[in-house]
């Protein structure tokens, strides 16, 4: 049996862990320009990267982790799987 602040926890977790990594992407713009450069409308401007590749993919990865397992949370909670897992008796 899981204690009840378990569930609400996870998914502060996950929602933390995806807002850090879009502020990371954000204030990082032109090195996720540069990685998808040709791709649409995006064209990065003339100066040079300040963040490597594996750290633009790894903040990519961990935001769509975050959203993701997050989502997976609400309906795992809103369908009722949740109740069992927390039910006591």
């Known amino acids: 049996m899981m204690p009840l602040w378990f569930f609400p926890v996870l998914l502060v977790t996950c929602?933390?862990?995806?807002l850090i990594s879009a502020i990371y992407l954000f204030l990082h713009l032109q090195a996720v320009a540069r990685i998808f450069r040709g791709t649409a409308d995006i064209v990065p401007a003339p100066v040079?990267?300040?963040?490597?590749?594996?750290?633009?993919?790894?903040?990519?990865?961990l935001f769509n982790?975050?959203?993701i397992a997050s989502i997976l949370i609400w309906i795992f909670a809103l369908s009722g799987g949740a109740n069992a897992a927390l039910s006591t008796g």
Do not use: C, D, H
């Not at 040079?48 to 990865?61: N, V």
């Open 15 to 18: 929602a933390v862990i995806s």
């Open 48 to 61: 040079g990267r300040r963040a490597s590749r594996k750290s633009i993919f790894l903040a990519l990865t």
């Open 65 to 67: 982790f975050g959203w």
